[in-house]
């Protein structure tokens, strides 16, 4: 396995943190770069001994052979393309924005002008290649339900659509396809994408949110029928422990894709 010479990660926020702190350690011949806001940059370049830049055009001319994002939909719409089309390949996190499919579109087509890849991340759920396999033969349907506590969708539009604090029972307060779940809780919608993504896509994806006062943790369960039979996928995540609104299964998917390129292509 050839590591990458030069790493980018665009945001650094707690996954983009626990990201550089896990791939430093089994990714010890790389270099490491990041792309955040310009008052944060002297704070995290002391804290982690790694490049910063405040312009992504200024991160690219750093030549990166691999950028990742771990900084929100902004960062896919507007930095993610100008990476593509210097031929960079970048692995995603932030899925829920593919839901729109003026984003989709532009990325393909600055992926393909250069060669370069698009990678996205499983993130906080797992089984996918399942889905997958289940498509040769034909899905019927796919139904995703994600479940938390009410103090995880909190700053989200679910304060809007039930009395969060006033829960005693599990309250299913979205259900609707996942590109409405995706464009209307954008910071919960990596899980629905990637499920969207791996089966029958945004439109025809059934999604339930679930407030539940019970929940101790994060759930997400996926229940597919199809030609092949019938398949149900549940994970339940503890939080990153920088970050309680964050799945640590999530933030390591991002470090899986990773390595598992470095594996496959090397650099």
Not at 21 to 43: D, K, N, S
Not at 86 to 102: F, K, N
Not at 112 to 131: H, K, N, Q, W, Y
Request: charged residues 25%; aromatic residues 4%; contains cysteine.
């Amino acid at each position: 396995m050839r590591e990458p010479a030069r790493l980018a990660i665009l945001g650094m926020g707690a996954m983009g943190q626990s990201c550089l702190e896990g791939l430093r350690e089994r990714l010890p011949r790389t270099q490491f770069a990041f792309l955040e806001r310009e008052h944060r940059i002297h704070r995290l370049s002391e804290e982690t001994s790694a490049q910063g830049f405040s312009d992504v055009t200024e991160l690219l001319d750093w030549q990166p052979d691999l950028v990742v994002e771990c900084a929100g939909h902004s960062a896919v719409r507007e930095a993610v393309p100008e990476a593509l089309r210097r031929g960079v390949d970048v692995v995603i996190a932030s899925l829920g924005v593919l839901g729109d499919d003026q984003v989709k579109m532009t990325l393909d087509e600055a992926a393909e002008s250069s060669g370069a890849r698009l990678t996205v991340v499983s993130g906080a759920i797992g089984g996918l290649d399942a889905l997958r396999a289940g498509m040769l033969a034909g899905v019927d349907s796919v139904v995703y339900e994600g479940r938390k506590p009410p103090s995880a969708w909190r700053g989200s539009a679910a304060e809007e659509l039930c009395a969060l604090a006033q829960l005693e029972h599990a309250e299913v307060f979205f259900e609707g396809s996942a590109r409405a779940a995706a464009a209307q809780f954008p910071k919960n919608a990596n899980v629905t994408a990637a499920v969207a993504l791996a089966g029958v896509g945004f439109d025809s994806t059934v999604v339930r949110l679930i407030a539940d006062p019970h929940a101790k943790e994060n759930s997400h369960t996926v229940d597919v029928e199809g030609a092949f039979g019938r398949l149900r996928i549940v994970l339940t995540n503890h939080p990153l422990p920088q970050n309680p609104k964050t799945s640590w299964l999530a933030a390591l998917s991002v470090q899986e894709a990773v390595l598992r390129r470095v594996e496959a292509i090397g650099f």
